[in-house]
């Protein structure tokens, strides 16, 4: 079956960076873009960028282009999301999500999630 | 954000519909609407994409649908298990590339 599994929970000091990983299985990794998006606690979903797994082209919000670094492993079927700087509001669950559609340039939905990587920021 | 009523409430059995307004730069102006289901500590769940189209396994009890630049989600037949919060994103021309709205808190009483 369809499944992302991500690297488990964090917690890093104001100005430090954080890598997070989601490894793919169950489809073929390079013809779906990868998603992320962050869920600050108690608050909504907030898209952060996308990568596509064939190119290892990214595209990142505008609100994260300096400090957001998106990556792939073709071999072990594996992306990879850097985030730089980290703040106390950075403190959110970090989500991995498969696009439904392929490596197009919209925006098709995202039809399979990874359990969500915490991270908190404190000093 | 694309803007949704913070919360809604109906009783089972009933139809509830959830708005989400944007503008001709996102809901209006493409056909690229999705709305996701999310339960306490889990993760979302494609219910929409494309304005009006369910992925398979959802239930036909969810229902999409636009006029304009608001988006709307439909339940009909109000069960127990439906509740949860319900966000509706879209693409959208500007640099953010992709846009949610803050969620609403479906309670069905």
């Known amino acids: 079956q369809v499944q992302l599994v991500q690297s488990g929970a964090e917690v890093k000091k104001p100005g430090a960076s954080v890598k997070v990983s989601c490894k793919a299985s169950g489809y073929t990794f390079s013809d779906y873009f990868m998603h992320w998006v962050r869920q600050a606690p108690g608050q909504g979903l907030e898209w952060m960028g996308r990568i596509n797994p064939k190119t290892g082209g990214t595209y990142t919000a505008q609100k994260f282009q300096d400090r957001v670094t998106m990556t792939r492993d073709t071999s072990i079927t594996t992306v990879y999301m850097e985030l730089s700087s980290l703040a106390s509001d950075d403190t959110a669950v970090y989500y991995c999500?498969?696009?439904?559609?392929?490596?197009?340039?919209?925006?098709?939905?995202?039809?399979?999630w990874g359990q969500g990587t915490t991270v908190t920021v404190s000093s | 954000a694309l803007t949704q009523p913070a919360s809604v409430s109906g009783s089972p059995g009933q139809s509830i519909t959830i708005s989400c307004s944007g503008s001709?730069?996102?809901?209006?102006?493409?056909?690229?609407v999705s709305w996701y289901q999310q339960n306490p500590g889990k993760a979302p769940k494609l219910l929409i994409h494309d304005v009006t189209k369910r992925p398979a396994g959802v239930s036909d009890r969810f229902s999409g649908a636009r006029s304009g630049n608001t988006a709307s989600l439909t339940i009909s037949g109000l069960q127990a298990e439906d509740e949860a919060d319900y966000y509706c994103?879209?693409?959208?021309?500007?640099?953010?590339?992709?846009?949610f709205g803050k969620g609403t808190r479906l309670t069905v009483l």
């Open positions: 001709t730069n996102d809901v209006g102006g493409y056909n690229y």
């Open positions: 994103s879209s693409y959208t021309n500007n640099d953010t590339h992709v846009v």
């Open positions: 999500a498969k696009d439904r559609a392929g490596n197009y340039y919209y925006y098709y939905g995202m039809d399979v």
